[in-house]
């Protein structure tokens, strides 16, 4: 018989800050006590990451998505059973069925918009579409349809039609459009006839919005808000209905995720997934940040957190800059450069990484990007600025290149240019102005070659390590 006995409230209350997040979660439905206590405590995540219509708390990810209920027995359309498939979609709809574009509706008190200013393209457009496309598909595939049922369909292609069954230049006048329809039926005729009549249905659902609109009758579907739970336990749905806008519902489900609690939560990685979004969040919620992750301007998405993150998390940790909207200003931020380490995956094909590199003076500094990006001769010259440089014991910089396909001509180059020597593990080591030592190493990463593509990925380390004199002392 077990001699344990029930924690107390006091040992509760010492005992639950350091409870994983979505634990606490689940014993706050199953047990009021729990309930109410957990409420007045801070909570402690280890990854909060927000995107447009998604969380990911810890290891679980709440998703919204609209989806499209039909009745039972009914025959759901492709696209739309691959759209339910995998959680609906990221947008809302009008009452006739028509998608419509929009991201950023109206702020609401507590929501931070991390691109102020900032346009979405079609942003609040409604997708009419083009219906002389789709009724000249329409067309066409019942034209196929006919034809295959003549010929027979023993020796068809059953495959999925996919998205080369459909020709955007079909409702264009660019070229004579009997040419377009002719080239898209023999396309469709080697497919079966099952193959053509699935998606036939799904090109006539596609006109059903515009129907609807012109006939005012109901849709044959009913609108849903689904959430999508998705943990290392499985995928659990939930649906409600499409009685608010999405971004009202994103506003509902972030409330009853990170609302509701006393204090400052601590949350030591923070992950804005998209470069211009609103975060849907209650009224008066505090972080306290370890690392951040953004995907768009710094100034723009570090500025915009002010209100919702600590001034006592800077410095950060860590500070990751992804993506194609970086610009060099944004390296000049305050707390950018304060950042102890800092991640950057550069995507730009117009940004120059070299002047930004040599700038920085960040503990430690990763650069991922193509080799094309930093070609040979100015990691050269980035390996000079660190050994005339004043770089404290310590600090490294570490370049991840994306098809780099050697690193034995930069090796020997630094070695014979700086009066470097190897070492047993066949590192590079160079005496720097200031009596240090920049150590160099070279290291592999998870190249697959292949006869046609010998294009390989290298990372080349570099850090400041003691002298010879030091060492000996």
Known sequence: MSNSKPLGYDSLKAVIPYMKMNVRYEMSCRLPFIRNLDRLLPARFDVVEFDVYQTRINDTTYRLGLVRQYPEGYEVPMTDKEVNDAGGRGMDMTEHGFNVLLHRHAITPGDIDIAPGQRIPHDGRVANANRVLFERHVRVYEKALT???????????????????????LGHNLLAPDDREQRLLDYLLPFSAESIRMKLHDFRARLVPFQCRQFNTPLPFVPMIQL???????????????????????????????????????????????????????????????????????????????????????????????????????????????????KIHNDSEVLDVLPILRSLQNQNVILKCHSSRLQEQQQVILVENWIDGDKEIGKSLS??????????????????????SRDLANNVNMPMRNGNNLQVKFVPLNNRTTRLNRRVNWRVEMKVVPGAEDEEY
């Open 228 to 342: 999508t739970i998705s943990s290392p336990r499985g995928k659990e749905i939930y649906r409600h209905a499409y009685n608010m806008k999405l971004g009202e519902a994103m506003k509902e489900l972030n409330t009853k995720l990170l609302g509701g609690r006393n204090g400052v939560h601590h949350i030591r990685y923070l992950i804005l997934k998209q470069p211009v979004m609103i975060i849907r969040l209650p009224v008066g919620l505090r972080f306290a940040v370890g690392a951040v992750s953004i995907a768009g301007s710094a100034e723009m998405n570090l500025e915009a957190l002010q209100p919702i993150v600590e001034e006592s998390s800077f410095p950060l940790n860590m500070l990751r800059m992804t993506g194609s909207f970086l610009h060099p200003a944004d390296y000049e931020h305050p707390k950018v450069r304060s950042a102890r380490t800092l």
């Open 147 to 169: 034809l295959r049922q003549q010929q027979g369909d023993d020796l068809s292609n059953t495959a999925q039609i996919g998205h080369d069954g459909f020709d955007d230049l």
């Open 399 to 420: 370049l991840e290149l994306m098809g780099m396909l050697s690193v034995q001509n930069l090796r020997t180059q630094i070695m014979f240019r700086f009066m470097g």
